[in-house]
């Protein structure tokens, strides 16, 4: 059995290197001096380890600036969605109002409208509200997650009606209901809603590119790309201002693996 | 008594109502009312300044017209037809190897896993390094085979040019397959987007009863029989579900271009100028935002019309176990 499953693993090591291997290329690169980066062929491990690299990254561009925009941009989206998300679930789920379920109709419809669709039109309305180049532009828009919705629908809607029956006896109203009785019970919903909206948000690029004009305001990703086009021949720094960027999230990733990993394989199957 | 139903039932709907609000009132300033305009947009010659001409259906028959349209689309079209189909096999193909109660799961899933939560920017950067021609790990590597010397992100020779040695551009246009530069845009799709797709896979696999396979072992089937006839049909949902999922993704890829391509971006002979970037090019660079409207129709109806095919073709083929 053991000599049977050698192979598999050699195959699955090689495609592992493979996954890898870019990363720790990145890793290499931003340890290195100019000089030795653009030695041919490469060297695997720095000569000399160049820390200052890392050093020289803040020195050229606004990096915390970057990571703190980002940070208030993805806290802020994320408490809207997990507001109006929360509130428009538990309507559609335990509420009865006409037009409620051609209003959810809707909201689904609204998901499959691909981003140019609105983009354009949404930069118009954000350049009349005057929040282009502003945080707004970038948070409130993002602060309804339709597809959150429609997983806390789902799940507020197969919890027992004994529930409800219980805590209406009890004297809760709705709103209590909501924060005593059903949001304890819909951990998993709200955390793989948070798992994609801190990613989602973290990564995002197109939207803050077209929004945001000074490099005061930027996000990380914007700010990096901008960074790259700039600097695009000083790979050293490149890798050094890359690996900062990413390090946040890959930690997240690493403490919040299981989480991050079931959110995603269990929205992919078929309800 | 009938009075006092009848005004309970009022107040639950505008509560119900209260509660939605929030949610409404983002989606229809931002979604709602932006589709709206966004019809409107269309039918102008809309620049910078506001609302100039009235051109009604000009702006799409321009698009239709619009040579570069077409090259953009056929661009799309070949990063899609190589990056879904490879990542679709590649992942199920990993996914069954690690489904088979092996050792060290975790860290193999932890390891593919990585470059789906790194964001397309980082990723993009480090890979530009890495194709890079003359200094690039990818060339250095190749090199150890005795290939390599490509020019990558710089080459806008097409792949079936290459494979076939046709020098001297005999093969035309449109059947010379993505450029070079396009071939390393897939590459690195497929590496980013591979572990997202074996996540899936493996957890459409787990829920297949392992009885199935033990009655099939009992039975005399191999390996492979096995798969094509347990494997393959209960994982057709889930097929289904990456194969629209990646053909999404895979249309409005964006950053990549404008961060590894070029100068100028989409290059070289605009052969990696996509959908998206040339929707993104009109609208926010030359400031046309009618004409770019009207090609964000475009994209739609052919996410749209992809989505209505997919559904009409496949799922009659889906078993729904």
Redesign the interface.
């Known amino acids: 059995m053991r000599l049977r499953?050698f192979p598999?693993?050699l195959?699955?090591v090689v495609?592992?290197i493979?996954?890898?291997?870019?990363?720790f290329?990145?890793l290499t690169?931003s340890l290195k001096t100019p000089l030795e980066?653009?030695?041919?062929?490469?060297t695997w491990i720095p000569k000399v380890f160049q820390f200052d690299n890392y050093l020289e990254v803040f020195r050229q561009i606004p990096l915390w600036r970057y990571m703190a925009n980002t940070v208030l941009i993805t806290f802020a989206s994320l408490t809207?969605v997990l507001?109006?998300?929360v509130?428009?679930a538990?309507?559609?789920a335990r509420?009865?109002?006409?037009g409620?379920e051609i209003?959810f109709m809707l909201?689904l419809a609204?998901m499959?409208?691909?981003?140019?669709?609105?983009?354009?039109?949404?930069?118009?309305?954000l350049f009349r509200l005057g929040w282009i180049d502003t945080y707004l532009a970038m948070i409130?828009?993002w602060?309804?997650n339709?597809f959150g919705?429609f997983l806390l629908r789902q799940h507020f809607k197969q919890l027992p009606q004994d529930l409800f029956d219980a805590a209406r006896i009890d004297g809760c109203g709705?709103f209590r209901t909501l924060l005593s009785v059903v949001l304890p019970l819909s951990k998993p919903p709200l955390v793989t809603i948070t798992v994609f909206n801190v990613?989602g948000s973290?990564?995002s690029?197109?939207w803050p590119?077209?929004v945001t004009h000074s490099d005061s305001i930027r996000p990380l990703?914007v700010g990096?790309?901008y960074f790259?086009?700039e600097q695009s021949t000083n790979?050293t720094l490149?890798?050094a201002a890359?690996t900062m960027?990413?390090i946040p999230?890959?930690l997240l990733?690493?403490i919040a693996?299981k989480q991050?990993?079931q959110s995603?394989?269990?929205t992919?199957?078929?309800e | 008594m009938p009075s006092s139903s009848a005004s309970r039932?009022l107040k639950?709907?505008?509560?119900?109502?209260l509660?939605?609000l929030?949610?409404?009132l983002?989606?229809a300033?931002?979604?709602?009312?932006?589709?709206l305009?966004?019809a409107r947009?269309s039918l102008y010659d809309w620049g910078m300044a506001g609302a100039r001409e009235f051109v009604g259906l000009g702006n799409y028959l321009a698009v239709l017209q619009d040579p570069v349209f077409w090259k953009s689309l056929l661009n799309t079209g070949w990063y899609m037809v190589f990056t879904v189909p490879i990542q679709l096999f590649l992942a199920l193909f990993?996914a069954v190897?690690?489904n088979?109660r092996?050792?060290?799961l975790g860290a193999?899933?932890?390891?593919?896993?990585?470059?789906?939560?790194?964001?397309?920017?980082?990723?993009?950067?480090?890979?530009?390094?890495?194709l890079?021609p003359?200094?690039g790990?990818l060339n250095?590597i190749l090199?150890w085979v005795g290939a390599g010397g490509l020019r990558w992100l710089q080459d806008p020779r097409g792949l079936f040019q290459l494979v076939f040695g046709d020098t001297r551009n005999l093969i035309p246009l449109a059947l010379r397959g993505p450029s070079i530069a396009m071939c390393s845009l897939i590459i690195m799709g497929v590496?980013k987007g591979?572990?997202?797709n074996i996540?899936?896979f493996?957890?459409?696999l787990q829920?297949i009863p392992k009885t199935y396979y033990e009655a099939a072992r009992i039975d005399g089937a191999g390996r492979f029989r096995m798969f094509r006839s347990i494997t393959w049909p209960l994982i057709s949902?889930?097929t289904y579900?990456?194969l629209i999922?990646s053909s999404?993704v895979a249309f409005?890829t964006?950053?990549q271009v404008?961060?590894m391509t070029g100068p100028p971006s989409g290059g070289p002979l605009s052969t990696t100028k996509v959908v998206?970037y040339y929707?993104?090019e009109n609208?926010?660079e030359f400031w046309r935002?009618g004409y770019?409207?009207s090609?964000?129709?475009f994209?739609?109806l052919i996410?749209?019309g992809l989505?209505i095919i997919q559904r009409l073709v496949l799922e009659r083929r889906v078993h729904?176990g």
Request: aromatic letters at 20%.
């Open positions: 499953s598999i693993h195959l699955l495609c592992g493979a996954m890898v291997l870019p990363f290329w990145m690169t980066a653009l030695q041919f062929p490469p809207g507001l109006t998300g509130l428009a538990y309507a559609f509420f009865r109002f006409p409620r209003l909201f609204l499959m409208i691909p981003l140019p669709v609105y983009l354009v039109p949404s930069y118009m309305i409130v828009p602060t309804v339709i919705i709705r990613i973290w990564n690029f197109f590119l077209i990703q990096l790309a790259s086009r790979y490149l890798m890359t960027a990413i999230l890959i990733f690493f693996q991050i990993i995603q394989a269990r992919g199957l078929k | 039932k639950e709907a505008g509560v119900g109502f509660y939605l929030p949610a409404l983002v989606l300033a931002f979604r709602i009312l932006p589709i305009l966004s947009v990993i190897l690690l088979q092996i050792r060290w193999y899933r932890t390891v593919y896993y990585l470059p789906v939560v790194t964001s397309i920017v980082a990723v993009s950067i480090v890979w530009k390094w890495i890079h003359d200094r790990l250095y090199s590496w591979l572990g997202y996540v899936i493996l957890a459409g829920n949902p889930t579900y990456v999922m999404i409005e964006f950053a404008w961060i998206m929707f993104y609208s926010f935002l770019g409207a090609i964000a129709f994209a739609f996410i749209l989505t729904y």
